[in-house]
């Protein structure tokens, strides 16, 4: 069956410290997509990053980065010295081929907490 | 611009009074849906739409109706609201394909008493 688990329900640095959130997923699917959003404290979700199967690159988005790997089913997503508008509830997501496409599960997320 | 938007954004109700809560979409897409967050548990699915007249059941659909009479629209029903339906609810739209990234609304935080 589906899941994703993110397993940090809370994490809290000091600005600018790096910070690691996991996501682990569980699929029987060889193709699917992965997904992280972020809920700020004003509560709208804003897309981070999406993530192919087939595609195991890491990324690098200015201060954001993430790490693929299908070896150990993870999605893990970096934010390299922190910052105070980072504070968020990170969510990761699994959209599956098999399903038709039409499910998308989400782990619990983890809520950052990034001090001055 | 384009945009995903719910109403309304806050509703305090009483148990078994029936409410709607809308959602509409600007971007022609094909695919939307419906979650409800809770604490602890993420966003859990309660229904999607392939198409117009295409609805689906997600997660945890009990207690929930949507229908999709019209591309841009796609309403969810709570016939009889209990106070285990209090929660924050988010529509979300796509193109199509589950490779599309979803788009979502502001959130409509319902509180049923």
Same mark, same amino acid.
């Given at each position: 069956?589906?899941?994703?688990?993110?397993?940090?329900?809370?994490?809290?640095? %000091?600005?600018?410290?790096?910070?690691?959130?996991? *996501? %682990?997923?569980?699929?029987?699917?060889?193709?699917?997509?992965?997904? #992280?959003?972020?809920?700020?404290?004003?509560?709208?979700?804003?897309?981070?990053?999406?993530r192919n199967s087939f595609?195991?690159?890491?990324?690098?988005?200015?201060? $954001?980065? #993430?790490?693929?790997? @299908?070896?150990?089913?993870?999605?893990?997503?970096?934010?390299?010295?922190?910052?105070?508008?980072?504070?968020?509830?990170?969510? *990761?997501?699994?959209?599956?081929?098999?399903? /038709?496409?039409?499910?998308?599960?989400?782990?619990?997320?983890?809520?950052?907490?990034? @001090?001055? | 611009?384009?945009?995903?938007?719910?109403?309304?954004?806050?509703?305090?109700?009483?148990? /078994?009074? @029936?409410?709607? %809560?809308?959602?509409?979409?600007?971007?022609?897409?094909? $695919?939307?849906? #419906?979650?409800?967050?809770?604490?602890?548990?993420?966003?859990?699915?309660?229904?999607?739409?392939?198409?117009?007249?295409?609805?689906? @059941? &997600?997660? %945890?659909?009990?207690?929930?109706?949507?229908?999709?009479?019209?591309?841009?629209?796609?309403?969810?029903?709570?016939?009889?609201?209990?106070?285990?339906?209090?929660?924050?609810?988010?529509?979300?739209?796509?193109?199509?394909?589950?490779t599309d990234t979803q $788009?979502? &609304?502001?959130?409509?935080?319902?509180?049923?008493?």
């Open positions: 069956a589906q899941k994703v688990t993110q397993a940090q329900t809370e994490i809290s640095v %000091v600005e600018k410290e790096d910070v690691t959130l996991d *996501c %682990v997923y569980e699929t029987r699917d060889t193709t699917y997509y992965l997904f #992280w959003y972020k809920q700020p404290p004003s509560g709208e979700l804003v897309f981070l990053i999406r595609d195991e690159q890491n990324e690098i988005s200015g201060r $954001y980065s #993430w790490n693929f790997q @299908k070896s150990t089913s993870s999605f893990n997503f970096t934010i390299t010295a922190s910052q105070v508008v980072d504070s968020a509830v990170y969510f *990761c997501a699994l959209s599956e081929s098999g399903t /038709g496409g039409f499910k998308t599960i989400f782990g619990a997320g983890t809520r950052l907490f990034v @001090k001055a | 611009e384009a945009q995903v938007t719910q109403n309304p954004r806050y509703l305090i109700t009483v148990t /078994g009074k @029936k409410l709607t %809560v809308t959602c509409s979409q600007n971007m022609n897409h094909e $695919y939307m849906s #419906w979650y409800r967050q809770d604490p602890g548990l993420g966003l859990r699915q309660i229904y999607y739409s392939m198409n117009v007249e295409v609805t689906d @059941k &997600g997660d %945890v659909p009990e207690g929930y109706k949507v229908s999709r009479k019209e591309k841009r629209n796609f309403p969810l029903i709570l016939e009889s609201p209990s106070p285990n339906q209090t929660s924050l609810y988010f529509c979300a739209s796509r193109r199509g394909q589950y $788009y979502f &609304g502001p959130g409509t935080r319902l509180t049923v008493l």
